[in-house]
């Protein structure tokens, strides 16, 4: 009989952490340690993606934290289905292994309408009006409101946003507990994001991240016991991975301004007469994402391009810039991918901004709206107490991701406990997941 296995990623987490977290190095100390080799962009659909599929983004086509549209010229950021994963993934290819093999997914943000036999993941439902009512999407459809009569609402305020805090990952592993005792699925793979909050707000070395990460050890300690109570207290496969590495940011670049002061991308009004960019008409724009830009360039004009590499190759914080066949050096070489790709250098960042004048920028830009501004926002971690609003500076943010060197490399986590096969000293991304079906071949 196979033991089944639950794999937790965790964003953030890094081996210098285990010295404030001593349930989880206890832990890990009956199992084995190994490291993980990243792969750009290391944010965190792209990451998912690649550990399910064990392909890098030019194979399964998730190139960032969502996707632009080029037929539509519509921006999508963070709603998009199972179905954007365009190769196979752990729950499909489980099945070819043993037909009978259940899976669980919750809550790593691309599980809607997956094959996983058990879903949960954060659903709200939007109304016309603006606001949103809390939800979940499950799988089965009707556990959401048993997990609602038993713990509430999922907190979804705590999950992002200026309130984010523990009591987001706690619900997922107070659900994730009753989700094990009532499917008992072989394979459970549960995403906690707390670490991510702090290290991204006031930096990784910060005592606010300290405490995140002191936080998020008492709340394994009490949830790893839940789980093996939950499957009858059998003895139960653990891999904790590190999702991706936080790194000290000190500057913070602006590419869309940097387009528009070279005449390459345009604007038009909304119906309060602030700025939106024109994505239909702009030569060029960039989708954003935290140390990762994607350039959308219109027909993809190859003097465009070419103006685009010469402008980013001489712009403070960006390190690489990528046109054409050159995105194959980072695995980006995709249709839905940007025409140049811009890489960050390690202390810098990537914001959405386009405006040059405060009082230009568009309502949203103040608020936490995640699906409508065209790239990533972690200033939505912050607020202006004196307007209650997300404030306009960039400069606040003091951790980031999505670029790969040495010293993030060094520090990630690949732990097993209970599990047969041997961990490597250093894992690609790409090969974990054919490490966790190896688990449950004869």
């Keep these: 009989m196979r033991k089944p296995l639950v794999l937790l990623t965790v964003p953030g987490l890094r081996r210098c952490d285990l010295s404030h977290m001593p349930f989880l190095s206890k832990f890990l100390e009956a199992g084995k340690i190994g490291g993980v080799r990243h792969s750009f962009p290391s944010v965190t659909w792209p990451a998912q993606a690649t550990i399910l599929t064990g392909t890098l983004p030019c194979d399964h086509g998730v190139i960032a934290n969502g996707f632009y549209w080029r037929d539509t010229h519509q921006v999508e950021m963070w709603t998009a289905p199972n179905s954007v994963i365009q190769r196979p993934q752990i729950w499909d290819r489980l099945k070819g292994i043993a037909p009978g093999l259940t899976t669980a997914a919750w809550f790593p943000m691309l599980s809607k309408r997956s094959n996983a036999d058990v879903v949960s993941m954060p659903a709200p439902i939007h109304k016309p009006d603006g606001s949103e009512e809390l939800w979940c999407y499950t799988k089965p459809q009707e556990f959401y409101g048993e997990l609602l009569a038993t713990l509430g609402h999922f907190p979804l305020q705590h999950f992002w946003g200026p309130q984010a805090n523990i009591k987001s990952s706690a619900w997922i592993c107070q659900s994730a507990a009753i989700a094990a005792g009532r499917f008992r699925p072989d394979f459970f793979y549960i995403y906690l994001p707390h670490l991510d909050y702090a290290a991204q707000k006031a930096g990784p070395e910060s005592p606010a991240a300290k405490t995140a990460v002191q936080e998020l050890d008492r709340l394994l300690a009490d949830f790893v016991p839940q789980m093996q109570a939950a499957y009858s207290n059998a003895d139960l496969k653990w ?91 980072v695995g980006l070489d995709h249709e839905r991918a940007g025409d140049v790709i811009l890489e960050s250098a390690p202390d810098s960042w990537q914001a959405y901004y386009w405006w040059t004048d405060a009082g230009l920028a568009p309502k949203f830009a103040r608020t936490v709206d995640i699906h409508r501004k065209p790239g990533y926002d972690p200033v939505e971690l912050f607020i202006d107490m004196s307007t209650k609003s997300i404030p306009l500076d960039a400069s606040l943010v003091k951790g980031s991701h999505g670029v790969v060197h040495d010293g993030n490399i060094a520090q990630a986590i690949f732990a097993s406990v209970n599990c047969r096969q041997p961990v490597p000293t250093e894992i690609r991304d790409t090969e974990i997941c054919e490490w966790v079906l190896g688990e449950y071949r004869s």
């Design 239 to 329: 891999l904790v991975v590190t999702e991706y590495v936080i790194s000290s940011v000190d500057h913070v670049s602006f590419p869309n301004r940097a387009l528009r002061a070279a005449g390459l991308l345009k604007t038009r009004a909304d119906e309060d007469g602030r700025e939106l960019i024109d994505f239909q008409n702009s030569p060029a724009w960039v989708l954003v994402d935290h140390q990762l830009g994607h350039v959308f360039v219109k027909n993809r004009d190859p003097r465009v391009v070419a103006a685009v590499v010469q402008l980013f190759e001489n712009t403070a914080g960006i390190a690489r810039v990528y046109a054409g066949d050159r995105r194959q050096q």
